[in-house]
Every structure is written in structure tokens, then in C-alpha cells.
């Protein structure tokens, strides 16, 4: 966690500087998001990624959990970031194009090596807890009713539309 928290006050540091050099911002969100990505869940340490995806499983205004259909869309965006982070990692967009020329390794061999470590069920990384939480919820949340947009008021004179 000490390595994660360094690289947030580093990262703080640059975005506060007069004349930023957002190059170095961007290998710095990328080295942070690939640090709590390959978090391993044996560590001490707790998941900075997994605690947040807690909170954001908590609806604030109304005091209690979100709905599992109202939260199973922030797993899934953080999912997605998560699949997109590790193709990055794994096949640099700059080197893509010159892929056949440059390397002698197979570009889906480069994939699977990352693939199979941190995107995969049963893995010691936070995907694994993500996946699980995301499938949980939408197999519970397919049972929940959508919300009402129609509600009629209680004498049945009145109509009201999303409030």
C-alpha cells in the first residue's frame, strides 16, 4: 500500500505543478491503475480497489446499499477500465502496428500472459472479487422491478412522469 500511496502523492505533486507535463501524468495514472489492478489479495494490505468499489455500493442520500441493478453498472465500467488497463499493459498501442516487424513473440501469447494472471476467476487479484460481485448482482438484480416512471396520484386524476 505504501508503493500505491507514494505514487497518489507523486501523482498529486504533478497535477499541482504550474506547467504540468501530462505525458508523465499518463504513465503515472497508468503505473497507479496497474498497481492496484495487480494487487495481490494475500497482501497485508487491503485493495484500494475493492474498497472503492464498496462505497460505491453505497447510496449516500438515502442512507442504505444501492439495488443491485442500480450498482452492478459501476462493476461493470470498472470492469471494463480493468480489461482495457491490462490490454495496454500487455500490448502497448505505440507498438502495435509494428507488432510483426519488432517482436518475436505472438501478440495473443503477450495477451494471454497477463490474461491468465490477473483476468481470470479464481485469481488472487481484485478482478476476481469484481467478476464475482458483478455476476452476484445481476443474477439478484434480473428479480428487481425497474423503476416506475408513470404514478398516478391518489385520487387517479393526476399523472406524474419521473417525478
Same mark, same amino acid.
Given at each position: 500500500?505504501?508503493?500505491?500511496?507514494? !505514487?497518489?502523492?507523486? =501523482?498529486?505533486?504533478?497535477?499541482?505543478?504550474?506547467?504540468? &507535463?501530462?505525458?508523465?501524468?499518463?504513465?503515472?495514472? $497508468?503505473?497507479?491503475?496497474?498497481?492496484?489492478?495487480?494487487?495481490?489479495?494475500?497482501?497485508?494490505?487491503?485493495?484500494?480497489?475493492?474498497?472503492?468499489?464498496?462505497?460505491?455500493?453505497?447510496?449516500?442520500?438515502?442512507?442504505?446499499?444501492?439495488?443491485?441493478?442500480?450498482?452492478?453498472?459501476?462493476?461493470?465500467?470498472?470492469?471494463?477500465?480493468?480489461?482495457?488497463?491490462? !490490454?495496454?499493459?500487455? =500490448?502497448?498501442?505505440?507498438?502495435?502496428?509494428?507488432?510483426? &516487424?519488432?517482436?518475436?513473440?505472438?501478440?495473443?501469447? $503477450?495477451?494471454?500472459?497477463?490474461?491468465?494472471?490477473?483476468?481470470?476467476?479464481?485469481?488472487?487479484?481484485?478482478?476476481?472479487?469484481?467478476?464475482?460481485?458483478?455476476?452476484?448482482?445481476?443474477?439478484?438484480?434480473?428479480?428487481?422491478?425497474?423503476?416506475?416512471?408513470?404514478?398516478?396520484?391518489?385520487?387517479?386524476?393526476?399523472?406524474?412522469?419521473?417525478?
Amino acid at each position: 500500500m505504501s508503493g500505491q500511496l507514494s !505514487l497518489l502523492y507523486h =501523482l498529486c505533486r504533478q497535477i499541482k505543478e504550474s506547467k504540468p &507535463d501530462f505525458e508523465a501524468i499518463d504513465r503515472n495514472i $497508468m503505473t497507479l491503475s496497474l498497481s492496484l489492478i495487480c494487487h495481490n489479495m494475500f497482501r497485508k494490505e487491503r485493495s484500494v480497489l475493492i474498497y472503492y468499489t464498496n462505497i460505491l455500493g453505497w447510496n449516500d442520500m438515502a442512507h442504505v446499499f444501492r439495488l443491485p441493478n442500480k450498482y452492478t453498472p459501476y462493476l461493470a465500467e470498472i470492469q471494463f477500465c480493468i480489461h482495457i488497463i491490462i !490490454l495496454e499493459k500487455a =500490448l502497448p498501442m505505440m507498438d502495435r502496428d509494428e507488432w510483426v &516487424d519488432n517482436f518475436e513473440v505472438n501478440p495473443l501469447e $503477450m495477451f494471454l500472459e497477463y490474461r491468465e494472471k490477473f483476468l481470470v476467476l479464481g485469481s488472487p487479484y481484485p478482478f476476481d472479487y469484481l467478476h464475482s460481485l458483478l455476476q452476484y448482482g445481476m443474477n439478484v438484480g434480473k428479480n428487481i422491478a425497474g423503476q416506475e416512471h408513470v404514478i398516478w396520484s391518489k385520487d387517479g386524476c393526476r399523472m406524474y412522469f419521473d417525478g
